[in-house]
């Protein structure tokens, strides 16, 4: 295991990035739309559905908190395009045999936003905080040896000015998987982030951005780092050639769709992300009609999935949750959700990893008929069935909707109970459901998300897939090599098949829109967007 | 706030030539047939349905009106005609239990607290003061994630929040009734508490009540749209005009019908019931025609 | 002034027992906020530790008063989602709200008194049923369709004004009226309405009174007839529903404020209460119950002002 980290990593320092795999490549494709040269300057707005929780990154956080906050802080490695983990702060990492003890070297040169070098006690600072309960980092047990795997990092120390070594309690394939994560950025601040008594200040970090201003509800600005330290290497996902060249973002808080619409055909944003397929269609009108709005396509790693209680006296049968399977046409539910413009995909290997094969497009075919049978033999015998959802993921509820609508056909009397999207999550935590309309959010690797629905049952009500062969299966993949965790998965897959722990629908589509004006914008699989290497073509145009 | 209480003597007034006399007002008459009408309409949907309102059709999604869909198709290629008309039965009846409930409890409470006054009215009151001066939607939101979404929920919540309101007006009606002789000798007569309360005092808060229910009645339509555009509503499959609009609004520069339809239906009814309103109030209390 | 103080003492019975009442409800929604809080990152250990910190360990009776003694000294506490105190954050929406809010409602009192004295006095005639039916109809449009409708004429067809957003008219004076012109657009239509109706029907009472007879037989003009008697007696009973309806207002307009993107207070409470942020709904609520209160209270006291047969004892 830990040599082909290395050779991934030497990969990565070589600056062979864009080890293109399957639809990875889709998103990489150079824009068709006029290309020139990067001007710098001018200011960018960006539609922001909720306001940021904090500006305190991996403590209080949410989607929209980690995307203000990646242009801000960096951490020591981040994810490429296609899903791998290159060094970013870093400039080479070694990793002995044994797989416990990581020599990250830092790039010299690079900046604060308060104009101080980065040095590795900067670094060994950053990551003694992390690990201070005190602060309250939401996964500090991914690295502490409370978590699931029992991962702990026994000490962080600086050996040179440019050299930090972390030393672990055990090999591990996932460390710096979890380091590159979005949702629980270990970016390295400067100390002076945080007051003398402890209290969180603002970010000082590497980033190509730096806060400007926070107005509460309203809007997050940030200004162009004139002194970032970028690296030559194409731009890819979080790393490469990040260099800033707009010089204001303005990230506005807009919480009603319709009116993130409206603002951006008038010019007031410049781009709105993760638009759902459902919403697309106006804005593809608006494109075809006036030209000043260009669509960026592309698949995401969400994975959305009907979950089917496992203690439940009736669906806890495996008949019953092959009929429910039989009665699903899972090529129709992606087609309503997604108009046509993302494939079903019942597997948690997500269809643009690098490990999908034509192994995870199979699944158990649709035929009512079965369905009916193997719900006869377990005994159903026509007792209403609640599929939980909620409005405000609008996917969640049109998959409820179609699988309501396919399984009522098939002769289950299935009811919908609309919620508030906290209560589902709570009913969700405590396994408090027959059927739930739901989604896991873009995980970088599908071990991961194996992970996160495959575990003790007694531990968490969370884990919707409590089997010995499939945990065991799970913890293999922790420390497998790259080859040995396609065959892993493709075990687990089958298994899945056979068992069905839970029906996956589809990865989603989603669709970002830009302005016209601005220039060289590509979205990533993770659903939010970069503006680094990305500028306005009239800069300056408004004040 | 006792400007607000709706005065006794106008019931006490009301003449049975009452309905006829609305009848004979133009606006109500036509508000009538328009009410009778979408009655009717979402009564015969029990029986015929020009297309399944809950058959997705993947083929026919968000189609314009047209020969085949008089008033075009969803997101999911359902027929939108015929789920307005199983939607007008669903609004109707959300609103219309949501009022009774509220009438009801708020009668029960009302005449409560106006008929045995003291400690009983004063502690009341506290509660009911208390609901009141919370705003409605937000109570009514937070009533619904307890319930949880659902017809009944939508009533009880709606219920529950009005409530209040129609005590208040009950108990100002019973406070001055009691004050009358007729109470005062029936009670000499020796008259039973619940006697009295059922004999005379109820009867004449009904006057009051019913201008009092078809301003709730358009209100309760009102808010099931307004909990609906927040997030909870009635929920899937059968529709709520309400629901429908939620539902359509974020297609409103792709296929606008999906937003007029059931904005347009939910107007046009709310106007005819406070058309009706209106003339009710001019007929049972042509004094107090306007307080709200 | 005693009668105020003694007004003010009586609502303290009702306030301690909203307070209950919204800390009671608030709970009993299923959902925990440090589940909320954690969101994806969620383990058993984590979430003790966030139920701690944010004093959810705690006997529900102890929470409670808790949080009353904070009320009580000034402290209504801080957001568990932003850490944000929430008095100083419910008293920027507030700012927000009132911009939309005092404007419409001025508006609605500009247009609306005049029209309903105008519709009183050709009682019957054909002007005052047009009025009726036009203020009938506005109050029959359900808000938020009406500003769905304003979006969709005047942000997606032309590209008039700015459909969503907020800038302080502090700020940028014309840029913040321009996003003001909608959401007040939206909400004046009920409340002219409202106004409208309440003014004709109690104008129309004053009209038919002795004085107003005496007046024109001692041959006072129509127009003064109209302004100097009729306006100001059929005024004060309008007054308490003008309180009322502002009192209301002034705790957001939830929907309204969603549509455009204002961060104004009703929005904030809707938020709050979908992300089980018990201190915000709990402070907010409580600051609104307060408020409408307070504008009802000085309603009261500012009735004898303009009817001067009522006296307060």
Redesign the interface.
């Known amino acids: 295991m830990p040599n082909s980290l290395r050779q991934a990593f030497c990969r990565a320092t070589l600056g062979v990035l864009l080890n293109c795999g399957g639809l990875g490549c889709l998103i990489l494709a150079t824009p068709n739309y006029g290309q020139a040269t990067p001007v710098g300057g001018g200011e960018m707005r960006v539609a922001i559905s909720?306001?940021i929780?904090?500006t305190n990154p991996g403590v209080?956080?949410?989607g929209n908190t980690d995307t203000v906050l990646y242009h801000i802080v960096e951490p020591l490695v981040a994810f490429t395009d296609t899903l791998e983990v290159a060094p970013l702060l870093a400039e080479r990492i070694d990793i002995t045999d044994d797989g416990r003890l990581y020599t990250f070297t830092l790039r010299s040169g690079v900046s604060f936003h308060n104009g101080e070098l980065l040095q590795a006690e900067h670094v060994v600072w950053t990551w003694q905080r992390l690990l201070d309960?005190a602060t309250?980092f939401?996964?500090?047990?991914w690295y502490d040896g409370?978590?699931n795997s029992g991962l702990k990092i026994e000490a962080v120390e600086a050996v040179t000015p440019l050299t930090v070594e972390f030393r672990l309690n055990q090999p591990s394939a996932l460390f710096l998987h979890r380091m590159a994560n979005l949702?629980?950025l270990t970016g390295i601040i400067h100390p002076d982030s945080v007051a003398s008594d402890g209290t969180w200040q603002q970010p000082i970090g590497t980033g190509p951005y730096k806060l400007d201003q926070w107005q509460?509800?309203?809007s997050v600005t940030l200004l162009r780092h004139q002194d970032y330290s970028n690296l030559t290497e194409p731009r890819s996902g979080l790393t490469g050639d990040k260099t800033p060249y707009i010089e204001r973002l303005h990230f506005?808080?807009?919480?009603?769709a319709?009116?993130?619409?409206?603002?951006l055909?008038?010019g007031?944003v410049d781009l709105l992300f993760a638009v759902p397929p459902a919403a697309r269609h106006s804005v593809a009108a608006r494109r075809d009609r006036k030209g000043d709005v260009v669509l960026k396509d592309y698949l995401t790693l969400d994975w959305t999935a009907l979950l089917i209680a496992p203690d439940d006296p009736l669906l806890g049968k495996p008949d019953m949750r092959r009929a429910i399977a039989h009665a699903l046409a899972h090529e129709q539910i992606a087609e309503f959700a997604n108009l046509g413009m993302a494939p079903a995909n019942a597997s948690p290997v997500q269809v643009i990893s690098p490990f999908y094969s034509t192994h995870h497009s199979q699944w158990l075919e649709y035929n009512p008929d079965k369905a009916r049978q193997l719900a006869a033999s377990a005994g159903y015998q026509g007792e209403p069935i609640w599929l939980q959802t909620n409005r405000?993921y609008s996917y969640m509820f049109d998959n409820a909707v179609a699988i309501q609508a396919m399984l009522q056909a098939a002769g289950f009397n299935v009811q919908l109970q609309v919620l508030?999207?906290?209560?589902q999550?709570?009913?969700f935590?405590r396994g408090d459901f027959q059927l739930s309309s739901f989604g896991y959010?873009s995980r970088s690797h599908p071990a991961l998300l194996f992970g996160t629905f495959t575990g003790d049952r007694s531990?968490?009500k969370?884990y919707q897939w409590d089997n010995d062969q499939a945990r065991n299966l799970v913890g293999q993949l922790a420390t497998a090599t790259h080859a040995d965790q396609q065959h892993l998965l493709d075990q687990l897959y089958s298994l899945m098949r056979e068992q069905v722990p839970l029906i996956g629908l589809y990865n989603d589509h989603n669709t970002d829109v830009v302005r016209t004006r601005v220039r060289n914008y590509e979205p990533w699989a993770f659903g939010r967007p970069r503006l680094w290497g990305v500028w306005l073509e009239n800069k300056g145009e408004r004040p | 706030?006792n400007?607000?209480v709706l005065k006794p003597h106008a019931a006490s007034k009301r003449t049975p030539g009452g309905w006829e006399k609305i009848w004979r007002i133009p606006?109500a008459r036509i508000s009538l047939l328009f009410l009778a009408t979408v009655v009717l309409l979402a009564i015969s949907s029990t029986v015929y349905l020009p297309h399944d309102p809950l058959a997705l059709n993947i083929d026919a999604r968000m189609q314009a009106p047209s020969g085949s869909h008089w008033l075009g198709t969803d997101f999911f290629g359902r027929d939108l005609l015929s789920r307005m008309l199983v939607g007008a039965g669903v609004s109707l009846r959300v609103s219309l239990f949501s009022v009774v409930f509220a009438t009801v409890l708020g009668t029960l409470v009302g005449t409560l607290a106006g008929y045995r006054g003291g400690w009983t009215d004063r502690s009341l009151m506290?509660?009911v003061?208390?609901?009141l001066?919370?705003?409605?939607?937000?109570l009514a939101?937070?009533?619904m994630?307890?319930i949880g979404a659902g017809e009944v929920g939508v009533v009880l919540a709606l219920g529950l929040a009005y409530a209040p309101t129609v005590a208040r007006t009950v108990r100002g009606t019973v406070l001055s009734i009691r004050e009358k002789e007729f109470i005062e000798a029936s009670s000499v007569l020796g008259g039973s508490d619940p006697h009295i309360m059922w004999r005379h005092v109820v009867p004449n808060t009904v006057g009051p009540l019913t201008v009092l229910c078809s301003s709730l009645f358009?209100q309760a339509l009102?808010s099931e749209?307004?909990l609906s555009?927040?997030?909870l509503g009635v929920p899937p499959p059968y529709p709520s005009w309400g629901g429908m609009?939620a539902d359509g609004?974020q297609f409103?520069?792709q296929a606008?019908w999906l937003?007029l339809i059931p904005?347009t239906a939910?107007?046009?009814t709310?106007?005819a019931i406070?058309?009706l309103g209106?003339a009710l109030r001019d007929c049972f209390d042509p004094?107090e025609?306007?307080?709200? | 002034m005693r009668y105020a103080l003694s007004k003010i003492l009586l609502m303290i019975?009702?306030l301690l027992?909203?307070s209950a009442?919204?800390f009671g409800?608030?709970r009993?929604?299923?959902?925990?906020p440090a589940?909320?809080?954690?969101?994806?990152?969620?383990?058993?250990?984590?979430l003790a530790?966030a139920r701690e910190?944010l004093g959810l360990d705690k006997a529900l009776p102890l929470q409670y008063l808790y949080w009353i003694k904070s009320v009580a000294s000034g402290n209504l506490g801080v957001s568990f989602?932003?850490?944000?105190p929430v008095l100083s954050?419910l008293s920027?929406?507030f700012v927000v709200t009132l911009q939309v809010v005092v404007p419409a409602f001025l508006i609605a009192i500009a247009v609306a008194l005049p029209a309903g004295l105008v519709a009183a006095y050709y009682h019957h005639r054909w002007i005052d049923r047009s009025i009726?039916?036009f203020a009938?109809?506005c109050?029959?449009?359900?808000s938020?369709?009406m500003a769905?409708?304003l979006?969709?004429l005047f942000?997606?067809s032309h590209?008039w004004l700015?459909?969503?957003?907020?800038v302080s008219p502090a700020v940028d004076f014309l840029e913040g009226i321009r996003h003001l012109v909608l959401p007040v657009t939206a909400l004046v239509f009920v409340e002219i309405a409202?106004l409208t109706?309440?003014m004709?029907?109690?104008a129309?009472?004053v009209l038919q009174q002795d004085y107003i007879t005496h007046a024109r037989a001692k041959g006072v003009s129509e127009w003064r007839v109209l302004f100097l008697h009729t306006f100001p007696n059929a005024f004060a009973?309008s007054l308490?529903?003008i309180g009322?309806i502002l009192g209301?207002l002034l705790?957001?307009t939830?929907?309204i404020e969603?549509?455009?993107?204002l961060?104004g207070l009703?929005?904030?409470?809707?938020?709050a209460?979908?992300?089980?942020d018990y201190p915000v709904v709990q402070g907010t609520?409580l600051f609104?119950?307060v408020v409408?209160?307070g504008v009802?209270l000085l309603v009261d006291m500012l009735y004898p002002l303009f009817d001067p047969r009522v006296r307060l004892s």
């Open positions: 909720s306001d929780r904090s209080n956080r949410d309960p309250g939401r996964c500090q047990d409370t978590g949702q629980c509460r509800g309203k506005v808080v807009t919480p009603d319709i009116a993130a619409q409206a603002a055909f008038s007031a405000k508030d999207w906290a209560s999550l709570s009913h935590f959010s531990i968490a969370s | 706030m400007q607000l606006s506290v509660v003061d208390a609901i001066a919370m705003p409605g939607i937000l939101l937070v009533l994630m307890i358009a009102l749209s307004a555009f927040l997030g609009l609004r409103i520069s606008p937003c904005g939910i107007t046009l709310l106007l406070n058309l209106d004094r025609s306007e307080h709200r | 019975p009702s027992l909203v009442l919204i409800l608030i009993m929604i299923p959902g925990d589940e909320i809080l954690l969101g994806d990152n969620l383990n058993p250990a984590a530790s910190e989602m932003t850490g944000e954050a920027e929406r009726v039916l009938t109809l109050l029959s449009v359900p938020f369709w769905l409708l979006i969709y942000g997606i590209n700015p459909t969503g957003g907020f409202i109706r309440m004709r029907a109690s129309i009472e009973p308490t529903v009322l209301s705790s957001g939830a929907v969603t549509v455009f993107g961060p009703g929005r904030f409470i809707v938020d209460i979908y992300a089980r609520l609104v119950v409408y209160l009802n």
